[in-house]
C-alpha cells in the first residue's frame, strides 16, 4: 500500500496541527496504523498507533494528552492531531502501516510513507 503524508508546517510552540496519511488502496481499511517521527540526529522512534477499526490507540508517553490519532476508513486516511506543540515536537513525522498487530516499533512496519516536516518554533 502506498502511503502519503501531508499536514506539516512551521508553527509557534503552544499551537496546533493536524497531519494526514492518505492511503492508495481500499484495504486500508483492514490495515493497522501509526506514525512515527525522526529529530535530526536521533533514531526513529514511534508516535502513536490506531487498530485497523479505531477501536484502539496506544501513545508514546510524551505526547499523551496533547497528540490524537484517528482514521476515516471511507477517505482511505489517518490522523494526527497535535496540540500544545514543544519545540521538541520538531521532527519528520512518518506515516506507516501493518497488516497484523498494532505498531508500536519501526521493525514491525510492513509500509513507509514519506515524511512531513514539522517545526516549532519557542
Known amino acids: 500500500v502506498q502511503l502519503q503524508a501531508f499536514g506539516g508546517g512551521l508553527v509557534q510552540a503552544g499551537g496546533s496541527l493536524r497531519l494526514s496519511c492518505a492511503a492508495s488502496?481500499?484495504?486500508?481499511?483492514?490495515?493497522?496504523m501509526g506514525w512515527f517521527r525522526q529529530a535530526p540526529g536521533k533514531e526513529r522512534e514511534f508516535v502513536a498507533a490506531?487498530?485497523?477499526?479505531?477501536?484502539?490507540?496506544s501513545y508514546a508517553d510524551s505526547v499523551k494528552g496533547r497528540f490524537t490519532i484517528s482514521r476515516d476508513n471511507a477517505k482511505n486516511t489517518v490522523y494526527l492531531q497535535m496540540n500544545s506543540l514543544k519545540p521538541e515536537d520538531t521532527a519528520v513525522y512518518y506515516c506507516?502501516?501493518?497488516?497484523?498487530?498494532?505498531?508500536?516499533?519501526?521493525?514491525?512496519?510492513?509500509?513507509w510513507g514519506q515524511g512531513t516536516q514539522v517545526t516549532v518554533s519557542s
Open positions: 490506531i487498530n485497523w477499526s479505531g477501536s484502539f490507540t
Open positions: 488502496e481500499r484495504t486500508f481499511r483492514s490495515y493497522n
Open positions: 506507516a502501516s501493518r497488516r497484523v498487530g498494532v505498531v508500536a516499533t519501526t521493525s514491525e512496519v510492513d509500509y
